[in-house]
């Protein structure tokens, strides 16, 4: 326990290097016998989180579905279902852990839809009564929900207003009931798909514009009303569209899509103008549905690309604040199509979509965590000391391991030494880190393997730290600082991501 409360204070770091993510898919629950699919999340916590989306039953009508990660393994929630042709749920959200709320849409035999939303309670999703604006007999429904608070939380979707208007539809909870709140879209074809929040007088609502020509589509909420923004199509594309927007507390705004012939897509507000960002597009068609948003140099954002064969693959792709990044990502289906990705505060997140095995199409969750701060190996080892190691994304609230190999198999004894700074001091032909914290630990054929948790606090992001083995008893290093009989292994510097 001693060392996992020292790396408590010193493993933290801010780069990227390359053990800056770790994504593997994990199993989880489809109750449908052919149908299931997840497409929203939210992570409160390292150890909850919910996804939610929509199975098909045996008699092949669609009905709700919620699952719950309770820290150690995926399980069905039941949900509640008020059409008799369909129901589906497209958003979550969670206003603090246990108070979670969930939207989507109901469909009825003679072809009308109503808004559906549910809210956790006693262990299962109830349904609340929503507004439909143009009664239950009409066309509207509901894509995304964001909650400030317990009493703040915002749903957005739309509706058919006319033959020929399909407008934007924004639904408010203020802690007792749902209310409409009206936009200054009033004409148009409007499609919204997602929402997101910087604060609660800072809300973004993105889709598309049907027309001759199809774009991007984003509206703002000051704290008064709900306002259309201008977005730029990227040039001599057919079409454009918006499928989700991700918003951090510092106000840093992306939202992605595709465009073209299934291009990626992503758009950054600048805070006066949106501006469209080179994304990597891996095949002839990819496109991008969710993003990850921590700063305006910190974004993860999340899709799939086509394969030759028609099925798709994960698309995962960071950007630094200059330019994206692939991320390697796992494919553990025939198909996977990633559509949202969380993390909480601190510790690991998910990505969740839906995959296809034929014959059936399934949920697809992968445990997510990175970017991590960078681990560079500042070498400065003699003797028989091994090589020391630090793997997975060094990050508030993550575990790393911390490797030892190739050390004197006939050590016994470990001294881990850590200092809040580096690089090492030469000390004859070796290079010592100070001995600001020494660990002893017992070392056995030749290395040792452990976790250590960073701790989860923000303050310490940028902060460094240099570890380093010296063992014995063996060979003499030549550092007549450490005598005779020991070795040092090289010396690694981590520095904290966020």
């Not at 909850?48 to 579905?65: I, M, N, P, Q, S």
């Not at 949920?363 to 190996?377: E, H, I, N, W």
Request: charged share 10%.
């Amino acid at each position: 326990m001693l060392f996992r409360s020292v790396t408590f204070v010193v493993l933290l770091a801010a780069a990227v290097g390359a053990q800056s993510f770790a994504i593997a898919p994990v199993s989880t629950p489809n109750p449908g016998p052919f149908t299931s699919i997840v497409s929203a999340l939210a992570v409160p916590s390292d150890t909850e989180a919910w996804a939610v989306g929509d199975f098909l039953d045996a008699a092949a009508v669609e009905k709700t579905l919620v699952i719950h990660y309770d820290g150690v393994s995926w399980t069905t929630v039941p949900s509640g279902n008020q059409g008799s042709q369909q129901d589906d749920l497209t958003g979550v959200a969670t206003a603090a852990p246990g108070d979670v709320w969930a939207v989507g849409g109901s469909m009825f035999t003679n072809g009308t839809q109503i808004t559906l939303i549910e809210r956790l309670h006693a262990g299962q999703f109830q349904i609340v009564p929503s507004p439909n604006p143009t009664g239950p007999t009409g066309n509207q429904r509901l894509n995304s929900v964001v909650a400030l608070a317990p009493d703040n939380v915002w749903a957005v979707g739309w509706f058919i207003a006319t033959g020929t208007d399909l407008l934007p539809l924004v639904e408010h909870w203020d802690g007792s009931a749902w209310t409409i709140v009206p936009t200054t879209v009033t004409t148009g074809v409007i499609f919204i798909n997602g929402v997101a929040a910087v604060g609660p007088n800072d809300i973004w609502a993105v889709g598309s514009s049907e027309g001759a020509v199809q774009k991007p589509f984003a509206m703002h909420w000051n704290g008064s009303t709900w306002k259309a923004t201008p977005v730029p199509s990227p040039a001599g594309a057919p079409f454009a569209s918006f499928k989700g927007v991700g918003a951090s507390a510092s106000g840093a705004v992306f939202a992605v899509g595709s465009s073209g012939n299934e291009k990626t897509l992503v758009e950054r507000w600048t805070g006066s103008a949106w501006t469209i960002l080179p994304s990597i597009d891996v095949s002839t068609q990819s496109r991008f549905f969710g993003a990850l948003v921590r700063s305006d140099s910190n974004v993860v954002v999340v899709g799939s690309s086509f394969l030759p064969s028609g099925f798709q693959k994960t698309l995962v792709e960071w950007w630094d604040g200059a330019a994206f990044h692939l991320v390697p990502s796992p494919n553990p289906f025939a198909s996977n199509t990633p559509f949202a990705i969380a993390v909480p505060p601190c510790g690991p997140g998910w990505i969740v979509g839906g995959a296809d095995q034929p014959p059936s199409l399934k949920t697809l969750a992968l445990s997510f965590a990175g970017p991590g701060g960078a681990v560079s190996d500042l070498g400065g080892g003699c003797g028989a000391g091994g090589t020391l190691s630090v793997l997975g994304p060094v990050s508030p609230g993550l575990d790393v391991t911390l490797k030892l190999a190739g050390a004197d198999p006939g050590a016994t004894v470990g001294v881990l030494n850590i200092a809040a700074a580096g690089p090492p001091t030469s000390c004859g032909p070796c290079a010592l880190v100070p001995y600001q914290l020494l660990v002893l630990l017992p070392i056995a054929g030749g290395g040792i393997s452990f976790p250590a948790t960073v701790p989860c606090d923000a303050s310490l992001v940028g902060s460094t730290a240099v570890l380093q083995w010296t063992v014995g008893p063996t060979t003499s290093t030549g550092c007549p600082l450490l005598g005779a009989h020991r070795a040092l292994s090289n010396a690694v510097q981590v520095t904290i991501g966020e």
